[in-house]
């Protein structure tokens, strides 16, 4: 991952759009695989509704993320709210709670990907050449990761999932050993 290229075209006068891009990776012992799930909001220039973005596809999903910005320096708890008019992340859900039993998604890894048009693969273009620029799988913003918390809504029309950092999930400690005396003895012995 390289930002100088990202941050480079950001100040540009005229940039390229911003793409954004998400997975999502089951985790073996919660779900019983390690399934990754690409998608994205927006659109590209082929019809398919795909975006190519370093050599793997992520399919045009409506799907509404917000609540990553840091605020007071709390940690941030995003909302994802996807669509579920084809029944698709219920067939997910449905999935993953005949295996693991009523776990939904909640410990699945979500990841932001934030890159700009320019540095997107060449394939999403027509004729495959990118007129932005040179496509660079590498320039991306920093990847926001964070943890699947809960399911807070499911019906025909949307499911909605909130999101934790790491550290923020319930009975995760930050360190995870306790630090003791007997472990550290130099600590608190001052020489002058």
């Known amino acids: 991952m390289s930002t100088a290229p ?3 075209e950001v100040q540009k006068i005229n940039p390229s759009a911003i793409i954004e891009l998400f997975t999502l990776q089951l985790d073996n012992s919660l779900h019983g695989a390690t399934t990754i799930y690409r998608f994205h909001s927006g659109s590209n220039l ?6 190519v973005w370093a050599g793997n596809s992520y399919l045009r999903f409506p799907i509404e993320a917000n609540g990553f910005a ?6 941030p708890r995003p909302k994802l709210i996807v669509s579920n008019a ?3 992340i219920s067939a997910i859900l449905l999935t993953v709670n005949q295996t693991t039993a009523g776990n939904d998604l909640t410990g699945a890894t979500f990841t932001r990907i934030r890159t700009m048009a320019r540095f997107i693969d060449a394939v ?3 004729g495959s050449s990118n007129p932005l620029g040179t496509p660079d799988p590498t320039a991306e ?4 990761v964070f943890i699947v918390d809960r399911k807070a809504k499911e019906n025909r029309e949307v499911v909605e999932f909130e999101l934790a ?13 306790q630090c003791t005396r007997a472990l550290f003895p130099s600590i608190g012995t001052f020489t002058q």
Do not use: C, E, H, W
């Open 165 to 177: 950092g790491a550290i923020d999930m319930a009975g995760v400690r930050a360190p995870k050993r």
């Open 86 to 88: 084809l029944g698709t």
């Open 70 to 75: 840091y605020q007071r320096g709390q940690i």
């Open 46 to 51: 082929n019809a398919n509704g795909q975006i």
């Open 6 to 8: 990202v941050f480079s």
């Open 141 to 144: 913003f920093k990847r926001q």
């Open 124 to 126: 999403n273009f027509p």
